[in-house]
C-alpha cells in the first residue's frame, strides 16, 4: 500500500470512528453484543462491530445506532477472517470454498512451495471471472521460475539465466505478489545452489516480502530438517528477504529439537520484528507426492518419464531402492509412517499386497502404475506446541479451498482444530493468542495492511464463532468431516458462511501487494 493510501485509510478509519461516537447512525450490518478479540494479540472486550459496504464502520458500545441487519451475537467471538498464507487453493474450490470458510478463513495466499504460474494476471483474472467466495492472493514461486528458465536437469545457470530468472521474479513481484514462495525440497528446485537462489533474489530487498521456503532436507545431512530451515533464514538474510520457514516440523531423527531452530529464527537479523518468520499447522503428518521427498533427486531428473527408465535399469534400481529407503527411515521413522491417499492404505498393507519385504521396491512399483499422494507422518506433538507458540510463527493450514474427496484433514479441520483442542482443551495457546496468529500475525508477515484486525477503516472480513464449541472432526480416514462452532464467516462484509452452510456469496476478491515506493 502505497503511503499515500495509507494516509487516506488512517484519515477514514478517524472519521469513522468520530462518527460512532456522535450522533446515532444507521448501518449495512451490525454483530451486537460479541467478544470482540481484534487480532492485534490485545485482550479481549465486549461490544459491537459495524458494518458499512465492505467497511468496518465502528466498533465499541454502539446502542444508540441501528442497521438494516442486525445479528445477535452475544456469547460468540468476533474476529478478524483467517488469513491462509501457505495455500493450495484448487480453482474449481474457489468459487464455494466450503472448506475454508467453515472454518473462517476469508483470504487465501496461493502458489506455495515454489509452484504456480509465472503470469500472475493470466493466472488470476480467471478465478476472479468465475467468482471468489473467498479473497485470493498469490506468491511468485521460485520452482516455477527455475523450470521455466533451467528445466528439469541438474545443470547450473548461466549469467543470462540469472538475470532472466530475475526478470521473471521481478515481473511476479510488480504484478502484485505478496513474496518470494520456494519449494527447494522438490525438484528442479533442489537443483538450486544456495548461493543461486541468494544471487537471484538479491535484487528485491527493497521491496520488504518474504522468501517463503519448504526447506531442503537432504541427504548429505542426513535428512536434517534442522539444516533445511537454516538454509532457509541464511538466503533470507543474504538476500535481504524476511525468511519465512513454510510448515514448519522438525522430522525423523531430529524430533524434539524445536528449540534448536526457533533460538535461530529469533538471532536472525530481519525488517521484521522478532526476526525470522514461519508458519505452521495443528498436525504430525503432512502430505506430499509419493516420489516427492522418497525417491532420490537425481533419479527424478528430467521428469517422469526419465525417472521411469531408470527404474528398468537394475543397477540403477537397486542404488534408489536404497537411498527412498533410507529416506522414509531418517524423515518418516521408516515406511510404517506413509499412507497411501488414492488406495487409502497404509504403505505396509500395499506391500503385503504386493508380496514384497523392501518397502522401497514397493515405492518404485507404486511409482509405476501412477504418481500418486501420501500422507507421511513425521512429528512429536512439543515440537508442534513449541512451534505454535513461537512468537513470529503463524497459523496457516498447508490447505486451500477444494473439492476433493481424498485429501488431509488439514484442508477441513485445521483453524478450529487450534481454536478447539489447543486453545480451550490443551490451554497451549490464549485465545487472543491464537487468533493473532491467525489473522494480524500472517498479514503483518506479508505485508497485508487493510485486513487482518479489527478496526474501522478496515475491510470487513470478519469470522464469528462459539469458543465452547468449535472443534474439528476431519480425521484420515474421513478427511472431508465439517468442523463445528464457525458461525458466521463474512467476506468484504457479506456472509458467506451462517449456521453451518455456504450463502453462496462470492464477495471476495483478488489481492494484490503494492510495490515499494
Not at 531452530?261 to 499447522?281: H, K, N, Q, W
Request: proline share 5%.
Amino acid at each position: 500500500m502505497t503511503k499515500l493510501a495509507m494516509q487516506n485509510l488512517s484519515i477514514s478509519a478517524l472519521v469513522l470512528t468520530l462518527f460512532a461516537c456522535s450522533e446515532p447512525a444507521t448501518y449495512d450490518l451490525m454483530l451486537r453484543g460479541g467478544t470482540i478479540i481484534d487480532g492485534s494479540n490485545s485482550p479481549s472486550f465486549s461490544g459491537d462491530v459495524a458494518i458499512i459496504g465492505d467497511r468496518i464502520a465502528a466498533v465499541g458500545d454502539l446502542d444508540a445506532s441501528s442497521a438494516t441487519v442486525e445479528l445477535d451475537v452475544s456469547g460468540l467471538v468476533v474476529a478478524p477472517g483467517f488469513i491462509n498464507i501457505h495455500s493450495h487453493a484448487e480453482a474449481e474450490g474457489l468459487p464455494t470454498a466450503v472448506n475454508m470458510l467453515s472454518q473462517g478463513v476469508t483470504s487465501e495466499i496461493i502458489n506455495a512451495d515454489g509452484a504456480g504460474a509465472l503470469d500472475l494476471p493470466a493466472q488470476l483474472s480467471p478465478l476472479e471471472r468465475a467468482g471468489l467466495a473467498i479473497n485470493v492472493g498469490a506468491m511468485i514461486g521460485f520452482n516455477s521460475v527455475w523450470r521455466d528458465v533451467v528445466g528439469l536437469e541438474e545443470v547450473r545457470p548461466s549469467s543470462n539465466q540469472i538475470q532472466t530468472m530475475q526478470t521473471l521474479v521481478q515481473e511476479g513481484l510488480e504484478s502484485g505478489a505478496w513474496g518470494v514462495s520456494a519449494g527447494l525440497d522438490y525438484v528442479p528446485g533442489y537443483y538450486a545452489t544456495t548461493d543461486e537462489v541468494i544471487q537471484i533474489l538479491s535484487p528485491f530487498a527493497r521491496w520488504n516480502t518474504v522468501f517463503a521456503n519448504h526447506d531442503r532436507v537432504t541427504p548429505e545431512s542426513s535428512f536434517s530438517s534442522i539444516a533445511g530451515m537454516s538454509e532457509t533464514l541464511a538466503i533470507g538474510e543474504a538476500a535481504g528477504l524476511i525468511p519465512l520457514v513454510t510448515h514448519m516440523k522438525l522430522q525423523g531423527w531430529e524430533q524434539g529439537r524445536a528449540s534448536t531452530i526457533l533460538g535461530r529464527m529469533s538471532e536472525t537479523p530481519t525488517s521484521f520484528t522478532g526476526g525470522a518468520t514461519a508458519d505452521v499447522y495443528p498436525y504430525l503428518a503432512g502430505q506430499t507426492g509419493l516420489q516427492s521427498l522418497i525417491i532420490p533427486s537425481w533419479a527424478q531428473a528430467g521428469g517422469r518419464d526419465t525417472m521411469l527408465a531408470r527404474f528398468r535399469d537394475p543397477a540403477l534400481r537397486a542404488q534408489i531402492i536404497t537411498e527412498a529407503e533410507q529416506a522414509m527411515r531418517l524423515r518418516f521413522g521408516g515406511h510404517q509412517g506413509v499412507y497411501l491417499m488414492q488406495s487409502q492404505r497404509e504403505l505396509t498393507v500395499a506391500m503385503q499386497q504386493l508380496e514384497l519385504d523392501s518397502p522401497g521396491e514397493a515405492v518404485i512399483q507404486l511409482l509405476e502404475e501412477s504418481g500418486q499422494g501420501i500422507i507421511a507422518r513425521f512429528g512429536l506433538e512439543e515440537d508442534l506446541i513449541e512451534i505454535m507458540q513461537h512468537p513470529t510463527a503463524s497459523i496457516a493450514c498447508d490447505c486451500g479451498a477444494s473439492t476433493s474427496e481424498r485429501t488431509h484433514p488439514r484442508y477441513w479441520g485445521s483453524y478450529p482444530k487450534v481454536l478447539g483442542e489447543y486453545v480451550r482443551e490443551k490451554q497451549q495457546l490464549s485465545l487472543e493468542n491464537a487468533i493473532y496468529k491467525m489473522s494480524g500475525l500472517p498479514a503483518k508477515t506479508i505485508g497485508m495492511s487493510d485486513r487482518g484486525v479489527i478496526r474501522p477503516g478496515m475491510l470487513a472480513d470478519i469470522t464469528v464463532f462459539d469458543p465452547e464449541t468449535v472443534i474439528d472432526h476431519a480425521t484420515y480416514d474421513n478427511p472431508t468431516l465439517l468442523s463445528d462452532g464457525i458461525i458466521h464467516t463474512l467476506v468484504n462484509g457479506q456472509i458467506a458462511w451462517s449456521n453451518g452452510a455456504t450463502t453462496n456469496i462470492q464477495s471476495g476478491r483478488i489481492l494484490r501487494r503494492s510495490p515499494p515506493p
